[in-house]
């Protein structure tokens, strides 16, 4: 099973409502990855966490906040945010970090900020 | 730095036609990873293909193969007997050490 689930798949909400994206993988995989795309382009990382730990943060705003529950959960809270920030939330996962190959996506959450 | 370079913003193919995407990548690193995404409209993000460094043997999945030219730093993707499905952005990408890289996409569309 290559299932990477992500809910919700469509989010609206205000530049002052708190909010959180979630990320689930069954596969036994000790790394997660959150990224944002914008239409027409590629995913651009935003953090990565490697067993439960976070390893990469791409300079990203502090008004998202990943969390990492378990090794099967992701979350990514979401706080005070701009219109700019409305896109397509992806969740990956992969076996490991480095040269372990593949990460796995999940369908993504659609996010628009009003 | 590694730069992944996808030099066809859109391409088209007819129905039952082969076509080629091309990628090119820069690396310093001996040993990585390379991939192909696909990215139908609207829909999730999958691999279609993906080779290792140290393979000299191209990868194939079923209508699927690449051209792996290690020393040109080449990558493409060859699509045989096209098929309206195989509309979607593909995405070349590069893995080397925590790092994972994507090209800017490649636009298909296979024509009825």
């Known amino acids: 099973d290559t299932e990477v689930t992500q809910t919700p798949k469509h989010l609206v909400m205000g530049m002052t409502n708190k909010k959180s994206l979630k990320c689930e993988q069954h596969?036994?995989?000790?790394?997660m990855y959150w990224y944002k795309q914008k239409a027409k382009k590629p995913p651009e990382l935003m953090f990565v966490?490697?067993?439960?730990?976070?390893?990469i943060n791409e300079s990203v705003p502090s008004r998202f906040s990943p969390e990492c529950p378990n090794s099967s959960l992701l979350n990514l809270h979401l706080h005070a945010l701009q219109p700019e920030d409305s896109a397509l939330y992806l969740c990956?996962?992969?076996?490991?970090?480095?040269?372990?190959?593949?990460?796995?996506f999940g369908p993504g959450t659609r996010l628009l900020v009003l | 730095a590694q730069t992944v370079t996808q030099s066809q913003p859109e391409m088209s193919v007819q129905e039952a036609e082969t076509v080629t995407l091309s990628c090119t990548y820069d690396?310093?690193?001996?040993?990585?990873?390379l991939f192909w995404y696909k990215q139908p409209p609207s829909r999730q993000m999958i691999l279609v293909i993906r080779?290792?460094?140290?393979?000299?043997q191209n990868a194939t999945e079923n209508r699927f193969s690449v051209n792996f030219q290690k020393a040109a730093k080449s990558f493409s993707l060859k699509i045989s007997d096209s098929q309206l499905g195989d509309t979607a952005m593909y995405f070349c990408?590069?893995?080397?050490?925590?790092?994972?890289?994507f090209g800017t996409g490649t636009s298909l569309t296979v024509i009825p």
């Open positions: 990956a996962s992969s076996q490991e970090t480095g040269l372990y190959g593949t990460q796995y």
């Open positions: 690396t310093s690193e001996s040993n990585y990873y």
């Open positions: 966490y490697s067993y439960e730990k976070l390893s």
């Open positions: 596969m036994g995989h000790r790394a």
């Open positions: 080779q290792e460094a140290y393979k000299q």
């Open positions: 990408a590069f893995e080397t050490g925590n790092q994972f890289y």
